[in-house]
């Protein structure tokens, strides 16, 4: 974490493969939104705070 950054939003450094592996998960979610008619992706935001919540 960047301490010296003065922003309100906590910055976080993941490794690729984590990375790859939230956008694999933002992706399914975007496959089972059907109110949207999937034509939008989930924030990937969401999908880290839905993965923190799970852990």
Do not use: C, W
Not at 10 to 28: A, K, N, T, Y
Not at 45 to 54: D, F, G, T
Request: charged share 25%; net charge positive; hydrophobic share 40%.
């Amino acid at each position: 974490m960047d301490i010296n950054n003065k922003g309100v939003t906590p910055r976080i450094s993941l490794e690729i493969d984590v990375l790859r592996g939230l956008e694999d998960h933002q992706s399914e979610f975007r496959k089972l939104n059907t109110y949207a008619e999937a034509k939008r992706a989930v924030n990937l935001s969401y999908v880290i705070k839905l993965v923190v919540y799970a852990y």
